[in-house]
C-alpha cells in the first residue's frame, strides 16, 4: 500500500536525483505555497499540509565496509520501496532526493524558495530535518562539518561552495529578496540549542544560565532573554550561524563523529514594512519568521555504544523525540487534532507548536540512510514522515498586534463611512460632508506615519515612546469615529425599515381601494345594465339624446350632433335641470350652475363635495383630456368630473415616434436587460395595437427613456392595462431590491415589434394613464441619472401617490354613481319606471 495515492508523471525523473509527487514542484508546492500567500494581507486562514520531503544520503564507508545492502528502491513520482527484511514497504512523500541528490537540489527543489518567499510576506515558517543519527540532518542543513570550521584566514581550506547547506543558501536568496522590498526591512537572528532538556543561547555562550520557555498571548511560546542580533547582509547571517555551530553541543559516537547532541535552532525575524494595498499612504509592518531547526538524531543505544554523558544526552534527546512524535500523531489524526495536543511536554515541541499545528508553514526533510543496517531505523523516520504529511497547518500572517489593530479599525470605519454614505443616499439625506472627527482622524494617521518615518531614521529621537502615544491616541480616536459611525448606521437602518413599514401598509392599502374601485365599477355596470345601459363609446363624442325618444346612436368617430345655438334645446319641454347634455346641466343640489360643454371641452365649475362626502352629481362632457387624465392630480375635488373611462375601449393613437422599434436583440446597455424575444414578460398584457417600423432595441429603450426623463408623455397605444393591474406591476413584486428600483424596463413584443413596458420602476414612478393610455412619470428626472441610488422615500412617495388617485378615483367612480342614481330617479319620474334608461355619456 502506498502511503499516499500518486500519479506517475509521464516522463518519470528516474534518471534525477530525486523524484516529485504528481509533479508537486509544479502543482501541489506552488499550490498550496502561493495560495497561502495570497492571503498576505488578511486574516483569511488556508489550511495547508505541511510540506515533507525525504533525502536517502549515499551509504557512508563505515556501511560499505560492512557490506550492507542498499534497502531502497526508488519508484519515480516520490515514490520509495523500502526492503525490509525481503518485506516490501512503500511510501510516498512531496519530493525524495536520492543520493546523488547534489546540496544545490535539495534547495531548489524542496519548497525552501516559497518557504522563504512566505517569511518575507509575515509568515511563520520552519525548515526542520528530522532522521536518526548519522542520516545526515546537520549535513543538509549546513553541509559537511568541515565547511564550517575551514577558515581560510586561519589556514584552513576556502569552504566549498557546493557543500554548503539549505542554510547558508537561505541566508543567500533571502537577502536577495529583501532587496526588492522597497519599504524598511530590518532582519534580526538568534540561535538556540535544546540541550539536555535545557534551552542554552548559542550566542551567548558565557552566560551559564539556562533561558526559560515562556508563553504569552500574543507571541505564544518563546525563549526569554534570548541574545537577537541584528544582520544586515549575508555575512551576518553567516557569523551567526558560525557562532552558534562552533558552541553547539557535539560529540563523538559510534553512528557519527561529529554527531549533534542538542536540538538547534536558528531563528530570523523579518519585519518588512509594505504598503497597504487598499491605502497608499498606509505601510504595513508585517513580521515574518524563518526557522531552521537541526534536531538531534534518535539513536540505538547499543549501536551508538553511548555511556554516561552521552547515554543521558540520547535518552533526553529520545525522550524529546518521542512527545515530537506524539504531537505529530496527535496532529495528523483528525479526530485527535481537535483534543489535546501534549506540546507541553518538551521544550523542543513547546518550541515547534506554532510551525506544527498553528499558523506557520513547515518543509519537513526527513533523513534516512539506505543501509540494511538501519532499516528499522529508516521505517521508523519513513512513518514519522508519514504522519507529519497528514498535519494541516492554518498559516496567516504576522503583523504588530497594534498595527494590526488599527488596521482593523480603519478598515472597519472604512465599511462605516460607505455604509453611512449608502444609507444617506437611500434615505435621500444630503451627504455628509467629511466630518470633524474623520478629518482630524486621517490627519493624524498622516502625521502619525510621517512621524514613524523620521523616527525610524532617527536614532537620537524616543522612537518608541513617540510611537506608542500615537499609536494609542489614534486607536482612541478611530474608537470613537467607529462608534458614532456605527450609531449613526444603526439609526438610518432604523429609519430604512420604518419607511419601508410604511410603504407595506400604503401598499396594502392600495390593494384594498383597488379592489373598491373594481366593485364601484361593477355595481356602476349592473345599474346602467340592459339596454338602456349607460355605454360610453370608444372614439367620439357622446350621443346626442333626442328630447322624447330613445338615445341618438353615436357615428362612429363622427361629430356630435350640433346643437341648436340659440334656439331652445329640443327638450325644453322638459324641466331644465332634467337635461344635462343638451342644455344646462341639472342643476344637483343647486351647485352646478355651468354653462352647457361647447367644442366637446369641459367647462364647468368644479363639483362642490357633498356634505355625505361622496362626490356630487356631476356633469361630465365628452373628450378625451390628457391633461386631465388620473394620476396628474392628487387632490380629486378640485378637477373636473369625466365620465367611467374604465368601461371605454382602449383609445387608439398614432403617437409614436417613428424610431420606437425593436427588432428584438439587445438591450439597454447600461442596464444588462436582455430582449425579451422568445421570452414574452409575464407582465405583458398582450400585443400592443399600434404596429411600428423596425429599429434597434437599444435606441428604442433609449428614446423610451429620454422620453420618460423630459417628462412628456408616450403616447404608443398600450394595450389596455387598468391601474390596477400597474399598480401591481410597480409595487407588488416581491424583495424589489434597491438596484431593480432604478430603470425602466421597457420589452418588445418579438412578434408584433412593438413596445411595452415589462416593468415599472419605482424610482421612476411612472403611471398608466388609463384614460389617456399615456405612461408617465412623476419623478423629478434627476434621480433617474443616479441609477445607482435606491430610493426608499421614491419608494414611499410613489405609493402614496399612487394611493392619492386610487382615492381620486374612488371619488370619481361613486361620483358617477351617485349620478346614475340622480338621473334613473329622474327619468324614472319622467317617463315612468318602464322607461329605459341612458344615462350617459354627459
Ligand atoms: N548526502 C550526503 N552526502 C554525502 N555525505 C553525507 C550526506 N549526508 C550525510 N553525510 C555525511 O554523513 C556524516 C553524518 O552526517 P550528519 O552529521 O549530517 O548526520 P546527522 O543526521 O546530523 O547526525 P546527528 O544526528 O548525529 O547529528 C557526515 O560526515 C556527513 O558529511
Known sequence: ???????????????????????????????TLSSAAA?????????????????????????????????????????????????????????????????EDIFDNS?????????????????????????????????PPQQLYEDEFEGGKHPDPDMVGLMQRSFTYLLKQAEGVTGNKVIRASYLEIYNEQVIDLLNPNQKRYLQVRWSKNKGFYVENLFVAECECVDDLMAVLE?????????????????????SMLTLTIDTEQQDPDDENLYLTKRGKLTFVDLAGSEKVKDSESSDQMLKESNNINRSLLVLGNCISSLGDPKKRQGHIPYRDSKLTKLLADSL??????????????????????????????????????????????????????????????????LRQQLEFPAKPKGELQKSNDEKFMKFLKTQGKESNDPKTNAKGGTEAGLYEMLQEYMIENESLRSENSEMHQAKDRIKREQQ?????????????????????????GNGGWQRQANGPPPQRQANGPPPQRQANGPPPQRQSNGPPPHQNLPPDQYYDQGP???????????????????????????NNRAPVEQYVPGPSPQAGRGKQSTPPSGPKRPPHRLADPIARSAIPPDYIQNGVGG???????????????????????????????????????????????????????????????????????????????????????????????????????????????????RYHDSRRSSQVSTSDSIRSMNEKLKKEIYDLEGEIEHHHLVNQRTKSIYGSQASVRSGPR
Open 111 to 143: 519548497g525552501m524558495k516559497k518557504l522563504i518567499d512566505m517569511a518575507l510576506n509575515g509568515y511563520a515558517c520552519t525548515a526542520l530535518a528530522f532522521g536518526q543519527t548519522g542520516s545526515g540532518k546537520t549535513h543538509t542543513m549546513t553541509g
Open 505 to 529: 401598509l400604503m401598499y396594502r392599502e392600495n390593494e384594498r381601494l383597488s379592489k373598491h374601485i373594481e366593485r364601484l365599477e361593477r355595481e356602476m355596470r349592473s345599474q346602467g345594465g
Open 585 to 611: 346641466p341639472p342643476p344637483r343640489q343647486g351647485i352646478n350652475k355651468a354653462p352647457p360643454p361647447q367644442n366637446n371641452q369641459w367647462k364647468g365649475t368644479p363639483p362642490q363635495r357633498p356634505i
Open 357 to 422: 499545528g498553528g499558523n506557520g508553514v513547515t518543509l519537513m526533510i526527513a533523513c534516512v540512510t539506505p543501509s540494511s543496517h538501519h532499516v528499522h531505523e529508516t521505517i521508523n523516520t519513513l512513518r514519522y514522515a508519514s504522519r507529519a504529511k497528514k498535519i494541516k497547518t492554518k498559516p496567516i500572517v504576522k503583523m504588530d498586534p497594534r498595527e494590526k489593530l488599527i488596521l482593523s479599525l480603519k478598515r472597519e470605519v472604512k465599511i462605516l463611512r460607505n455604509e453611512n454614505v449608502y
Open 243 to 263: 557562532e552558534g555551530m562552533r558552541n553547539r553541543q557535539t560529540g563523538s559516537h559510534g553512528l557519527n563523529e561529529f554527531s549533534s547532541r542538542s536540538h
Open 668 to 782: 439597454y446597455p447600461d442596464d444588462g436587460y436582455m430582449s425579451p424575444r422568445g421570452r414574452p414578460s409575464p407582465l405583458h398584457n398582450g400585443p400592443i395595437r399600434q404596429e411600428v417600423p423596425e429599429m434597434t432595441t437599444t435606441g428604442a429603450v433609449q428614446s423610451l427613456l429620454q422620453e420618460l426623463q423630459s417628462r412628456r408623455h408616450l403616447q404608443f397605444s398600450a394595450h389596455r392595462r387598468n391601474l390596477h393591474q400597474m399598480h401591481k406591476i410597480g409595487f407588488s413584486m416581491p424583495n424589489l431590491s434597491s438596484r431593480e428600483t432604478h430603470t425602466a424596463d421597457v420589452g418588445f413584443s418579438s412578434e408584433s415589434k412593438t413596445p411595452f413596458v415589462r416593468k415599472i420602476h419605482t424610482a421612476i414612478d411612472f403611471f398608466y394613464d388609463e384614460e389617456d393610455d399615456t405612461f408617465s412619470r412623476i419623478e423629478s428626472p434627476g
Open 39 to 103: 492571503t498576505e494581507t488578511s486574516d483569511d486562514h488556508l489550511d495547508d499540509h505541511i510540506n515533507v520531503v525525504l533525502r536517502v544520503r549515499p551509504l557512508n564507508s563505515q556501511e560499505q565496509n560492512r557490506n550492507d545492502s542498499f534497502c531502497a528502491q526508488f519508484h519515480g513520482g516520490g515514490r520509495l520501496e523500502v526492503q525490509n527484511f525481503n518485506q516490501p514497504k512503500q511510501f510516498g512523500y512531496n519530493v525524495v532526493f536520492e543520493p546523488e541528490a547534489t546540496q
Open 1 to 31: 500500500m502506498w502511503d499516499l495515492s500518486v500519479i506517475e508523471p509521464e516522463d518519470s525523473p528516474r534518471e534525477c536525483a530525486y523524484s516529485v509527487l504528481s509533479d508537486y514542484e509544479d502543482e501541489r508546492s506552488s499550490t
